[in-house]
C-alpha cells in the first residue's frame, strides 16, 4: 500500500512557474514508478510525467515537453512536477500516481493522491 499527499497547487499568472510535490507513505517508494496527471472540467484525466524507480528515466507528452520536470527524492519519498512557462491551458487537479512500470495511462496506475488544484491566470 502507498498513499500519496500532493502540495504545492496554487494560483499563477501565465508565464509563471510552480513546483509540486507529492509525499508517499511506505518504505519501498524506490521501487514504484511515479507519474503526474491532470484533469480539467469536463475533461479526461491527462498524463502530464513519469519517472522510474531510480530516477534514471522519464516521460512527458509533446504539451508539456520543455516547460515541465518531474523528478524525485527516494530518501524522502516525495516526488516533484516543477512547471515552468506556465499557460492558462495547464489549469486543472493535479494527481500524483504509483506504479510498477512507465506507462501513459491513468488506467494501469494503483495508487492516486487526492490532487491539487493549478490555476493558471492570462
Known amino acids: 500500500q502507498v498513499q500519496l499527499v500532493e502540495s504545492g497547487g496554487g494560483l499563477v499568472q501565465a508565464g509563471g512557474s510552480l513546483r509540486l510535490s507529492c509525499a508517499a507513505s511506505?518504505?519501498?517508494?524506490?521501487?514504484?514508478?511515479m507519474g503526474w496527471f491532470r484533469q480539467a472540467p469536463g475533461k479526461e484525466r491527462e498524463f502530464v510525467a513519469a519517472?522510474?524507480?531510480?530516477?534514471?528515466?522519464?516521460t512527458y507528452p509533446d504539451s508539456v515537453k520543455g516547460r515541465f520536470t518531474i523528478s524525485r527524492d527516494n530518501p524522502k519519498n516525495t516526488v516533484y512536477l516543477q512547471m515552468n512557462s506556465l499557460k492558462p491551458e495547464d489549469t486543472a487537479v493535479y494527481y500524483c500516481?504509483?506504479?510498477?512500470?512507465?506507462?501513459?495511462?491513468?488506467?494501469?496506475?494503483?495508487?492516486w493522491g487526492q490532487g491539487t488544484q493549478v490555476t493558471v491566470s492570462s
Open positions: 500516481a504509483a506504479n510498477n512500470r512507465i506507462t501513459n495511462d491513468y488506467a494501469d496506475y494503483d495508487y
Open positions: 511506505g518504505r519501498t517508494f524506490s521501487r514504484y514508478v
Open positions: 519517472i522510474s524507480g531510480s530516477g534514471s528515466t522519464t
